[in-house]
């Protein structure tokens, strides 16, 4: 549903990806496969973060479609009841539990954020633990030189 907006944001990740980068890996005999893993993953990180992100929280919005398809119950047998069906399932029912369909939505309130924190620190740079090992081996060697 969201693969043409996914396919122009990675492409547009994708060409914001110098050149020179390639040219200098190929230079120093690095194969496709390197450049892949050492160029075009680290650089495309922020763009692969965004886009995992903004898909589970729109898969966990997803009320429309299945709703149409299974005219509003979720059948056969609750298989493809999203909670937000659930959800309007609680509210709509006889009785009105609001409470019931509150609580459902926290639910995927807190589904989606510790869904989206997994992702981003599994995806995190590790940039800190880089410039710190930097910085004392610049100071190491500043003062065996100095």
Request: with cysteine; proline share 3%.
């Amino acid at each position: 549903m969201w693969f043409g907006t996914t396919l122009i944001i990675i492409m547009a990740g994708m060409t914001s990806i110098s050149p020179s980068f390639y040219e200098s890996a190929m230079v120093d005999g690095a194969n496709s496969w390197q450049m892949f893993t050492k160029i075009t993953l680290p650089l495309l990180r922020p763009v692969l973060v965004y886009i995992l992100v903004t898909s589970l929280v729109g898969g966990m919005q997803m009320f429309d479609i299945p709703y149409m398809l299974t005219d509003g119950r979720g059948s056969p047998n609750g298989s493809i009841m999203t909670m937000n069906i659930l959800m309007y399932m609680k509210f709509s029912s006889n009785k009105g539990h609001i409470g019931a369909a509150a609580s459902v939505g926290v639910m995927i309130f807190l589904v989606t954020c510790i869904s989206a924190l997994i992702i981003i620190k599994l995806l995190k740079e590790k940039e800190s633990k880089r410039e710190i090992k930097s910085i004392n081996r610049g100071v190491k060697g500043y003062e065996l030189h100095g």
